[in-house]
């Protein structure tokens, strides 16, 4: 599978951003599809993620306010992220990891698209 970010940008608190990742060379119904961020000398963090089935999973930080989603028609996962918030500054990575059954951990993700940077000004 590639994948490739896109979509982010610089705006104010309480501001929406939504990231695309095209992806290609892949079968949707195989792989859990997530979204991860990082800042520099700080551990990624999953963000939220989406498996075969639709089923979605957001961290704590981010629960009400974003939303992953996935078009399959068009090969392509979301993240909708509203009202955010300077802490949600960073580099965003949509990843996929193949799926045997139960959430991947995040080792299992091996594809990994280009990151895409966000920033939150207060």
């Known amino acids: 599978a590639q994948l490739a970010a896109s979509g982010g940008g610089s705006v104010q608190s309480g501001g929406s951003l939504r990231l695309s990742c095209a992806v290609s060379g892949y079968t949707p119904s195989a792989y859990y599809m997530g979204w991860f961020r990082q800042n520099p000398g700080k551990e990624r963090e999953g963000v939220a993620t989406?498996?075969?089935?639709?089923?979605?999973d957001y961290a704590d930080s981010v629960q009400g306010r974003f939303t992953i989603s996935q078009d399959n028609t068009k090969n392509t996962l979301y993240l909708q992220m509203n009202n955010l918030k300077p802490e949600d500054t960073a580099m965003y990575y949509c990843?996929?990891?193949?799926?045997?059954?139960?959430?991947?951990?995040?080792?299992?993700?091996?594809?990994w698209g280009q990151g895409t940077p966000d920033t939150v000004s207060s």
């Open positions: 990843a996929a990891a193949p799926f045997y059954g139960s959430k991947p951990k995040e080792y299992e993700y091996n594809h």
């Open positions: 989406i498996s075969t089935d639709g089923r979605t």
